[in-house]
């Protein structure tokens, strides 16, 4: 996967690096490093920003931090340093492994991420919500990305009394799925605790198209959403959190 056509020694040094993992986009590196990594664990892909550009993404707990580094003919940016060579770049983690977070804390370079490894479909079809803050100073060059299962959207919902359909504002945060009136308002309708959730799954037993359902023990839940897409979206990332409530008990 060359990524540079008039670089090729440029290529042969990333391509030879075990924890380049080229074209994986911002929220797969999310989800494989909050799925599968641990505390410290990292990787380096292409940035969208264009050639040249590249991100490196760390796990810090139950988030994951990204940070700019950028190839320039005399080598590597990363932050206020420069490194003449990718080993350079790569001996700077091993001696000097610490970044600060926005909190104030410190974050850890602990084990690289290989590329050469399985990854569920679940990366492709999960959307999460980020934030890069950019700036001046160290601090500013860390992002803040929210946990991973973060989402959000219209889907338009079954009622419990009056069996009529009802478009709602739905948020997903945790091990809470609320849904709202709609976007502008503050107080949720309700809130569904997914630790009481037995399955989510494709629902046809509706005459309506792109519709899923939650099961809890005194309800099952029939949602809409706009498109199949949307649908599975949703269905995977609460099927992500509930394989890792599972998990915990």
Known sequence: MSYYSDTPSVDDELESLGWYHFDLSRHAAEALLLSNGKDGSYLLRNS???PGSFALSVRAKDS???????????????????F??????VSH?????????????????KC????RVEEPSIYESVRVH????????????????????????????LGAVVKNWKQRWFTLNRNELKYFKDKMFDEPIRTLDLTACSAVQFDYSKDRVNC???????????LCAKSGVEADEWIKIIRWKLSHIRKER
């Open 93 to 109: 983690f091993a001696n000097q492994p610490l970044l600060g977070s926005e909190t104030g804390t410190l974050i850890v370079l």
């Open 212 to 222: 899923f359902c939650l099961v809890f023990p005194e309800r099952t839940f029939y």
């Open 112 to 115: 690289p991420y290989p590329w």
């Open 64 to 82: 994951v931090k990204h940070f700019h580094v950028t190839r320039k003919s005399s080598g590597y940016a990363f932050g206020f340093n420069e």
């Open 48 to 50: 969208h920003e264009g």
């Open 130 to 157: 980020t934030a890069m803050q950019t700036g001046r100073t160290e601090s500013d060059l860390v992002a803040n990305a929210p946990s991973f299962g973060t989402k959000e959207g219209y889907l338009v919902k």
């Open 84 to 89: 003449a060579s990718l080993q350079d770049f």
